[in-house]
Structures are given as structure tokens and as C-alpha cells.
């Protein structure tokens, strides 16, 4: 296992501590709190990225009758995994959660069961090479590339600037799974905040030492989403994607920041 640099701030264990975990270290509560100065709301949209990553889950298995998930950048255990939801619905639903934290891996490992009728693996690789995602031993062994597959890219895609190439690596991973699979992404927006707050906060995340870029719904869009069919409605603040609760007690997208969608691949 890759030693576990707790001097520098990681994504997974930022994410963490957004979503009010414990498996956090002090560059992470650091690099957090500048961020928290420079955008107030960033716990909200943590938390409703979370939101939606459920009612994703449960849309596909219930009406669109997928079994399978690829969960890349899965992050670490929190309430309602992939797993938890998708197999609460069809228990013999197979899931692969990926992440380069080993951190992430040895709790998923300890804390994470799956269902005794599906499948859950763990895989430490890291989104920049997908190839080696996808040729994975227990990639291969778990999921069934003959067979429709969801591809989970949640809050992973702004970590990814555009001199590392994001949209070759979607459309590899993309072209690896057979028509009638299914994307569900979401990353960060500065659509619905001025420029000043924009840019603290992504430079609040760069001087951490973790790379990141906020994305139009614009940019989003053509990354993430070309050649894909967008399941209604589209792609919206991801606390607007069919959401579970009363119009007016969704926050609103200043609040949120995060753009999200579900996509079939024709």
C-alpha cells in the first residue's frame, strides 16, 4: 500500500470533512476552512451533491434497471453508498468503488458489506489512468462489460483541470462500457456566483496543493456529456435534479455550486 501522506490535503478527506466526517487531518480542516472563508455555503453543496448521488442511484436501478456501478473518486464511507442504495433496491447489484486515497480503501474494506446476493470491490487507482481502472483484476472480476454499466464521476471532474486532459479520460472510460450505460457526474460552478467569490475559492483549494477548475454548465456540458442522451431534467444544480423535497425548501444554486446529470449512452 502507498504510504498515507497526512501532511498534504486530499480531495477525499476534504470532501470528508465537509460532509461533517472524522477521517480528516489537519491540511485537510486547513485547506477547508480557507475555502469555507471565501465561499460560506460549500458544507450545503457537499451536502446535496450527496443528495443527488442517491436519488441517481435510485432512479437507475428502479426505472432504468441497472446492476452494475463504476464509482470513481467514490471518496470515503459515509450514509448511503452506492451499494447501501442500489442493493436496498435489487440486491444482486454489483458495485466497484475506485479511489487513489489509500486512506479511502482500507475503511471501505473494513466498513463496507455488501449485500450477500451482489458484489462490492475495492480498487486503489487513480482517475488520471483510466486504462488501468478499467484492466483492473477486480474491475474485470466484478462488473460485466457486456452489460450496461453506471459510471459514477461525483465532485471528481473539478480536480481535474483542463491541461490533464478530463474529457480523454471520460471518453475512455465512456468507450470501454456498451450502449444503454449510463454517466452520472457533477462538479463545481461558479455560474451562480460573482467573480470575486469564484475565484477565492478556487484559489483557497489550489494553495492547498490540490488541483482544481470551476466549470461553466457550458464546459461542463462538453466535457462530461458530448454524444450522450441527458435523462430530464438535464443538466441543472444537482439539488434541482428531481429532487425528493418542497420547492422552497431547496436551497438556491448560489448556495449549492454544484451542476450535476444523468446521461445514457446511446
Known sequence: ????????????????????????FEADREAIGALLKAVPNARTGARENRAFLGRAVR???????????????????TANNVHEVAQSIAPGTRVVYVDNDPIVMAHARALLTSHPS??????QA?????????????????????QPVALMLLAV??????????AGI????????????????????ADFHDEATAADGIQAV????????SRSAAEFGDLAFTGLKLVAPGLVPVSEWRPETEPGLIP???EVGYLGAVARKP
Not at 490535503?9 to 470528508?16: G, I, L, S, T, V
Open 252 to 254: 438556491p444554486p448560489g
Open 170 to 189: 471520460v471518453s475512455t472510460l465512456l468507450g470501454a462500457l456498451p450502449p444503454g450505460s449510463y454517466l452520472v457526474a457533477s462538479q463545481t460552478t
Open 59 to 77: 432512479f437507475l436501478v428502479a426505472e432504468a434497471g441497472i446492476r452494475q456501478f463504476l464509482d470513481i473518486g467514490s471518496g470515503l464511507p
Open 157 to 166: 471532474l473539478h480536480f481535474l483541470p483542463d491541461d490533464q486532459d478530463p
Open 118 to 123: 451482489g458484489q462490492t470491490a475495492y480498487v
Open 126 to 146: 487513480d482517475l488520471h489512468d483510466p486504462e488501468s481502472v478499467l484492466g483492473h483484476p477486480a474491475v474485470r472480476e466484478t462488473l460485466d462489460f457486456g
Open 206 to 213: 489550489r494553495r492547498a496543493g490540490v488541483p482544481f477548475q
Open 1 to 24: 500500500m502507498p504510504e498515507i501522506d497526512t501532511s498534504r490535503a486530499h480531495p477525499a478527506r476534504m470532501y470528508d470533512y465537509l460532509l461533517g466526517g472524522k477521517d480528516h
